[in-house]
């Protein structure tokens, strides 16, 4: 469980803040834990990096640190705002990108964006398409950026053979014996275990570019302006690490173009929205599009299908394995999200020549 901690004066001394200055908690995110604080300099944020999903605070931080750098100089050259259009890092009094408190924790602060909102879920497909948008520059802005220097901050995270090799050791081992219950789940995942490796024999073939990607595309990482309804940031860094576009890509549409909750149970309505597909491509594209080689574009909608099954199938296994590791609300959750994502694996497959069509219409 994610235990809330408490900003001490030390951390906020640390950060040339009075100790006593006031504070707000605030809500949402599921990982760290996060406050406003004002003072005369203005309105910033602190926030404490969960130690138990993130293991190594430092190698998140000389990511982001590095990273944000990079972004603040390409906006600048493009007469932009770097305190508005990507996140800044406050350093320390010492001069540090974080300070560990008297428990051990980690805590960072970043300036805080006003006039702009992180929305759960988009509004509409423009909402989407600025988010799609807002992903593709970051792609952009990043493609020169040298991706094999980045810390991997969760190996294999997105190594879509490796967690089917999890997940067929859940299903031999069977320790929650619950492996009677999701017998066409394991079969449908088993179907397609030759298909789950095509973007990483393609990465280890040379074919595709190793890139510097976001890993978490979901639509609360953009922040859009409150009154423009455009795009300003993409926040959330803490899973940047080396990876594929189509990582990133296939992520946010796997969750982006669903017409239902990821743990829906009524599968009449899951679906998956070429409208909404078309909507995040272009924006997507519009950014990205001529930083992207031949093969990244063309395989765009396997990282969708692809993202989609490999979520899928993590949930198939945290079932089997006794939801050791996403947190449920009763005891066939787990199975009930693996089926959810399957139909839309279902779904996206049959419009896979769709997809292609449009990625290639927005190519044009």
Known sequence: ?????????????????????????????????????????????????????????ENIMENIASVTEFLRKKIQSRGGDPLRETLHICKTVDGQSFVRDEAGEYWRCMTFIPDATAHETATGVEMLREAGFAFGNFQSMLSDYPAETLHEIIPKFHDTPDRFRQLSEAVEKDLSGRKKDARPEVDFAFAREEKCGLLMDLLRDGKLPLRVTHNDTKMSNVLIDDITGKAVCVIDLDTVMPGLTAFDFGDSIRAGAATAAEDETDLSKVHFDLERFEAYAKGFLSAAGDALTETELDTLPDGAILMTYEVGIRFLADFLNGDVYFRTAYPTHNLDRARNQFKLVEEMEEKREDMGRIISDCRK
């Not at 009075?18 to 604080?37: E, F, K, W």
């Open 1 to 57: 469980m994610n235990q809330q901690h408490t900003v001490t004066p030390q951390v906020l001394e640390a950060f040339g803040f009075p100790g006593d200055s006031p504070l707000q908690r605030v809500q949402g995110g599921h990982i760290n834990d996060t406050y406003a604080v004002e003072v005369s300099e203005g309105r910033f944020v602190l926030q404490r990096i969960n130690r138990f999903v993130f293991p190594s605070p």
